[in-house]
């Protein structure tokens, strides 16, 4: 399987995660991690749930992927993540020495690159627009039924 479709395959699963987030009526955001071309962690959306502003798809799945590991450096590992992170999230990427972030629909608003990049770990690669379209309109139809 190539990059494409391995990106394609992993960001259907957190896509998955996020409509799981959109069925608690949080944000939906969902975020997958993977390590030797397996998912080994899963998070999305749980702000409301937990009365916690910090429970960001991202950060559910740091602290997944962590345990999972036994250690807290993630250097190895690809996320992917629906949303473009904020950045708390992208700063705390920085702290787990993540290796690569791929997104799906960016954030012109609260993503992590209207500060810079200098939120990320000098190591961590960044790819965007996988599967933008379908994250895009599922933030999109969330926030429209909203207002």
Known sequence: MDKAENDKRFMQEAYNEA????????????????SGGRI??????????????????????????????????????ILYVTLEPCPMCAAASLWVQLGEIVYGASDPKRGYSTLGANLLHPKTKVRGG??????GKLMTEFFKKKR
Do not use: W
């Open 19 to 34: 409509l799981i987030a959109l069925k608690r009526d949080e944000v939906p955001v969902g975020a997958v991690i993977v």
């Open 130 to 135: 996988v599967m933008a379209g379908e994250c």
């Open 40 to 77: 080994i962690a899963r998070g999305h959306n749980l702000t409301e749930t937990l009365n916690d502003a910090t429970a960001h798809a991202e950060m559910q799945a740091f602290t997944s992927a962590a345990h999972h590991l036994g250690g807290k450096y993630l250097n190895e590992c």
